[in-house]
């Protein structure tokens, strides 16, 4: 054979061999993607319990209004750590107590500090976190805190 005809062979040859690897490629993504289809759709049915099971369905998850309950005002005082924000000062009724230290042995304090301005509220008592500041008489901020104030 001659230079021309052998190019033309392996042109040809070639171009089967594409046509074979695009035709196999093709399905078999088309394979994988009516697969993830269908997971997504059995994980879709899945997530919906409330329709399988009525037994089990939380009619109401968690509080979205923003307050804290008294464990959760205790929480407040031992996670807090050296990125607190500032002014690093919580107030609870007439008791405020800046948070100076983070080491695990000084925790217990701010609990009992915290413990001891709402042992008296009720147990269902919520509370709302705002940040409050008062000035002197130039204006600037003289007294800085979070203030955890009852909303029941």
């Known amino acids: 054979m001659d230079k021309e005809a052998m190019e033309v062979l392996d042109l040809g040859i070639l171009m089967l061999v594409l046509a074979l690897c695009i035709v ?6 088309f ?15 899945d997530k919906n319990t409330t329709i399988k099971n009525n037994a089990y369905v939380l009619t109401e ?20 750590d050296s990125n607190m924000p500032a002014p690093k000062s919580l107030k609870i009724h007439d008791t405020q107590f800046d948070i100076n230290y983070t080491y695990k042995e ?7 500090y915290m413990a001891g301005a709402i042992q008296n509220d009720q147990k269902d008592t919520r509370y709302l976190v705002t940040y409050e500041y008062e000035t002197d008489s130039n204006g600037k901020t003289a007294n800085a805190y979070y203030n955890f104030a009852v909303t029941n």
Do not use: C, F, H, P
């Not at 196999?24 to 993504?29: E, K, L, N, P, Q």
């Not at 000084?106 to 009992?112: H, R």
């Open 24 to 29: 196999t490629g093709v399905a078999s993504t």
């Open 31 to 45: 394979e994988t993607n009516r697969r993830a289809y269908g997971y997504n759709e059995t994980y879709m049915q």
């Open 61 to 80: 998850y968690g509080s979205y209004d923003a307050s804290l309950s008294k464990a959760e005002l205790m929480l407040v005082t031992q996670i807090q």
């Open 106 to 112: 000084n925790l217990s304090m701010y609990g009992q």
